[in-house]
């Protein structure tokens, strides 16, 4: 059994910074890519960042120079640092991790709740 959990969401005003967390728990015998996405209302779950276990990094155009992702592998943790926060950026963020547990042949995605971040205009 696997557990994604994220937290770090909040509300902040225009321009503020929040950090948010994930940790992957559970039989995981190794994780290949963790990251997050956003889902806005009416629209599909989009990118916003992801990284690999080697540290390759991807970002959402919308995103890159405000937000950066990185990463613990030793604690199965991924963060996700948001800088100069805009309204826009108001949406729920889910964290999944692609990882290959003790009963699987291949990795599968695993994803979190979501945690919620509100900015303020």
């Known amino acids: 059994q696997v557990h994604v959990v994220e937290s770090g969401g909040g509300l902040v005003q225009a321009g503020g910074s929040l950090r948010l967390s994930c940790v992957a728990s559970?039989?995981?015998?190794?994780?290949?890519?963790m990251g997050w996405y956003r889902q806005y209302p009416g629209k599909q779950r989009e990118l916003v960042a992801s990284i690999t276990s080697g540290g390759t990094t991807n970002y959402a155009d919308s995103v890159k120079g405000r937000f950066t992702i990185s990463r613990d592998n030793a604690k199965n943790t991924v963060y996700l640092q948001m800088n100069s926060l805009k309204p826009e950026d108001t949406v729920i963020y889910y964290c999944?991790?692609?990882?290959?547990?003790?009963?699987?042949?291949?990795?599968?995605?695993?994803w979190g709740q979501g945690t919620q971040v509100t900015v303020s205009s």
């Open positions: 999944y991790a692609a990882l290959l547990t003790s009963s699987l042949s291949t990795p599968a995605v695993y």
């Open positions: 559970g039989s995981i015998v190794s994780i290949n890519h």
